[in-house]
């Protein structure tokens, strides 16, 4: 008699429904890494702490204390204090916002010029595609740190100086991949179709060559985005970045190089920082651009 009162649990809805629901949510993580998935993970955390560092520490990053001058890390100071007093985890976490501002601004400096320098080459002619490539090719001859360090030499250093030199730095590149694209856009049928049915140019342009183009630049661009970080903290190392006293991350570990024999946590865990952020951005990004590819070929 109970039994009759009991739900049926052979292969009804009762089953069927859950199941339905854990394909469901597994389905658009179950082809994600667990790498990618945590790299992802702790970019948002960083990017949490940059946007309201305050919500992780009372403590101002400028607050010294003579009497706490290097003192080792503990439970006081979790990643201990540096050679003023400053508590080194409370500047490590208000450097995360002038360090991925450095790295988002050059990175989108790079981005916009070169996508209009790759434009310009593939659709301005053949005299203007000769001109505009081999004035790419001359500049990627040269390094790009050191390419960056010549612009700073010209504009001067400072967090806007730095983000125009290395955005500078890396326009050949997005440049010609934008070229390429936008010349193997230019010959597709669909863009012959547009040309014979006789669209105008700039409507061509914009809805179909520009579009097309600009999509595989926008998965490197989040590969180049841990490159131009870590350029930005170089500079930044050399004394060339922010002024004093930013709590930027090159910064700091440039400060720590002095100390790292009696206080090694000055310069180990802002380096920490900036390599563990560069190696997140880095998977996300490759995986991005694999799906991307993969997705092209089909």
Same mark, same amino acid.
């Given at each position: 008699?109970?039994?009759?009162?009991?739900?049926?649990?052979?292969?009804?809805? +009762?089953?069927?429904?859950?199941?339905?629901?854990?394909?469901?949510? #597994?389905? $658009?993580?179950?082809?994600?890494?667990?790498?990618?998935?945590?790299?992802?993970?702790?970019?948002? @955390?960083?990017?949490?702490?940059?946007?309201? $560092?305050?919500?992780?520490?009372?403590?101002?990053?400028?607050?010294?204390?003579?009497?706490?001058?290097?003192?080792?890390?503990?439970?006081?100071?979790?990643?201990?204090?540096?050679?003023?007093?400053?508590?080194?985890?409370?500047?490590?976490?208000?450097?995360?916002?002038?360090?991925? @501002?450095?790295?988002?601004?050059?990175?989108?400096?790079?981005?916009?010029?070169?996508?209009?320098?790759?434009?310009? #080459?593939?659709?301005?002619?053949?005299?203007?595609?000769?001109?505009?490539?081999?004035?790419?090719? &001359?500049?990627?001859?040269?390094?790009?740190? @050191?390419? #960056?360090?010549?612009?700073?030499?010209?504009?001067?250093? =400072?967090?806007?100086?730095?983000?125009?030199?290395? =955005?500078?730095?890396?326009?050949?590149? /997005?440049?010609?991949?934008?070229? %390429?694209?936008?010349?193997?856009?230019?010959?597709?049928? /669909?863009?012959?179709?547009?040309? %014979?049915?006789?669209? $105008?140019?700039?409507?061509?342009?914009?809805?179909? &060559?520009?579009?097309? +183009?600009?999509?595989?630049?926008?998965?490197? +661009?989040?590969?180049?985005?841990?490159?131009? @970080? &870590?350029?930005?903290?170089?500079?930044?190392?050399?004394?060339?970045?922010?002024?004093?006293?930013?709590?930027?991350?090159?910064?700091?570990?440039?400060?720590?190089?002095?100390?790292?024999?009696? #206080?090694?946590?000055?310069?180990?865990?802002?380096?920490?920082?900036?390599?563990?952020?560069? &190696?997140?951005?880095?998977?996300? =990004?490759?995986?991005?651009?694999?799906?991307?590819?993969?997705?092209?070929?089909?």
């Amino acid at each position: 008699m109970a039994s009759s009162l009991l739900p049926d649990l052979g292969t009804g809805s +009762a089953v069927a429904a859950p199941a339905r629901v854990r394909r469901r949510w #597994a389905g $658009p993580l179950s082809s994600v890494p667990v790498t990618v998935v945590l790299a992802g993970v702790l970019l948002l @955390l960083v990017v949490f702490v940059a946007v309201a $560092p305050g919500l992780f520490t009372s403590v101002s990053p400028a607050a010294t204390d003579p009497l706490a001058a290097l003192q080792g890390p503990g439970s006081e100071h979790w990643l201990g204090t540096d050679q003023l007093g400053r508590d080194l985890f409370t500047r490590i976490l208000y450097g995360a916002r002038p360090s991925l @501002l450095l790295g988002f601004g050059s990175t989108l400096i790079s981005v916009v010029a070169g996508a209009a320098f790759g434009l310009a #080459a593939a659709l301005g002619g053949r005299v203007a595609d000769q001109l505009l490539m081999r004035l790419a090719d &001359i500049l990627l001859a040269l390094p790009a740190l @050191l390419l #960056a360090l010549l612009v700073v030499t010209v504009l001067g250093s =400072g967090t806007v100086n730095v983000m125009t030199a290395i =955005g500078i730095a890396f326009v050949p590149g /997005y440049a010609r991949l934008v070229r %390429a694209e936008a010349m193997v856009v230019r010959r597709s049928s /669909y863009v012959e179709s547009a040309v %014979a049915l006789g669209l $105008p140019r700039r409507r061509i342009v914009l809805r179909h &060559i520009l579009p097309n +183009a600009l999509a595989p630049l926008l998965t490197l +661009a989040t590969v180049g985005f841990g490159t131009a @970080l &870590i350029s930005a903290s170089g500079l930044s190392f050399l004394g060339l970045g922010p002024a004093a006293p930013s709590p930027e991350w090159g910064a700091l570990l440039s400060a720590g190089r002095d100390f790292l024999q009696t #206080a090694w946590w000055i310069g180990v865990f802002p380096g920490a920082a900036v390599t563990t952020t560069v &190696i997140a951005v880095n998977v996300v =990004g490759r995986h991005a651009q694999q799906r991307f590819t993969r997705r092209t070929d089909r």
